[in-house]
């Protein structure tokens, strides 16, 4: 049976001036920000990293990208698979992410060596995994490698549509994560997305994995006057994701996951990182349908949502790089 739904999710904003709102410094106490960032850290992963989302691994096309400094290639073979594996040349060291891709294998461009998804004795593919919405490259390290990655909650696809974002910045991925397990600095920072934020419940500094999760209050601004109230979740699947899931109200089931990679340090030495955020849309209301005919044409808008937060998120998670690495 379908849950009852208003008939309009849109409500009333009744907000003060910024410079009236309450303060949450007392309330965003550093201490329980960084023990919930230390229990994420210490989170296996099982070795996965998200490379891109899955439509930016196109058929036909090879992708490059720099995953914890190492450079890497991934492609589709005819069947639409995903695989990964070095991003130079074996031959001459030639960047294969400009390589062709041809009948499932990569062409280099240099002097046209194919190199097949099964690779050879000089070159290997690593294991790949697309989720239907991430691309994911497993680089085994300290963890004990997994056969996925670790995912958390999602809505079913068959009723649910996304889009991923993606930000560079000069930080490590744990700044990113301490930025997202920071909840209380929405309606102050992001005032033009964020109304009437209040975290109803934050995890004790030292919980159980069931209580490990901050639990928020928050109305997403539609127009200066008009929001959406929902009750959202916040919690870490691993050491380098934070899923937001929509657990009361208007799409509840949806889903937003930030995800921090790690690439390799800049010109400057200082470190860079990616933030792969995909949202995942869901609503149990019959005109939903509707709305994911069209969503090739709301892909840009949620995306460019996501990344006009993340260009002001980024300065915080930079500033938290630089302030911890004097």
């Not at 499932?104 to 070159?123: E, F, K, N, S, Y």
């Not at 995994?129 to 390290?141: E, H, I, K």
């Not at 909840?183 to 490990?212: I, K, M, N, R």
């Not at 889903?255 to 933030?275: I, K, Y």
């Amino acid at each position: 049976m379908r849950e009852y739904l208003p008939r309009n999710p849109l409500r009333r904003l009744r907000t003060v001036a910024w410079t009236q709102q309450r303060p949450t410094f007392a309330d965003a106490v550093p201490a329980v920000i960084a023990a919930a960032l230390r229990r994420a850290l210490a989170r296996p992963s099982g070795g996965w990293y998200v490379l891109a989302g899955s439509r930016e691994v196109r058929p036909g096309r090879a992708f490059g990208r720099v995953v914890a400094g190492r450079e890497l290639v991934a492609w589709r073979d005819g069947s639409g698979a995903l695989h990964v594996g070095p991003g130079a040349c074996p031959h001459l060291g030639a960047p294969l992410a400009d390589a062709a891709v041809h009948e499932g294998r990569l062409i280099c461009r240099w002097h046209g060596l194919a190199l097949r998804p099964c690779g050879r004795p000089d070159w290997r593919p690593l294991p790949a995994y697309d989720d239907g919405v991430l691309a994911w490259v497993r680089l085994d390290g300290a963890d004990p490698p997994t056969a996925a990655p670790v995912l958390g909650p999602r809505p079913d696809p068959a009723a649910s549509f996304d889009t991923v974002a993606t930000v560079i910045g000069a930080c490590e991925p744990e700044d990113v994560i301490a930025n997202r397990l920071d909840p209380w600095h929405g309606a102050w920072f992001h005032p033009y997305s964020f109304a009437a934020l209040q975290v109803a419940s934050a995890p004790p500094l030292d919980c159980p994995p069931t209580e490990d999760r901050f639990l928020v209050e928050v109305t997403f601004r539609v127009s200066k006057r008009l929001g959406v109230p929902v009750v959202a979740a916040f919690s870490c699947p691993d050491p380098r994701t934070v899923t937001m899931e929509i657990v009361d109200g208007e799409g509840a089931g949806s889903v937003v996951e930030t995800h921090a990679t790690p690439l390799r340090s800049g010109p400057d030495g200082r470190p860079r990182t990616a933030v792969i955020e995909a949202v995942v849309a869901h609503s149990q209301r019959g005109g939903f349908r509707h709305a994911r005919r069209i969503a090739g044409t709301l892909r840009p808008l949620m995306a460019g949502a996501a990344t006009r937060l993340w260009r002001d998120d980024i300065a915080y998670a930079e500033r938290r790089y630089a302030l911890r690495s004097r």
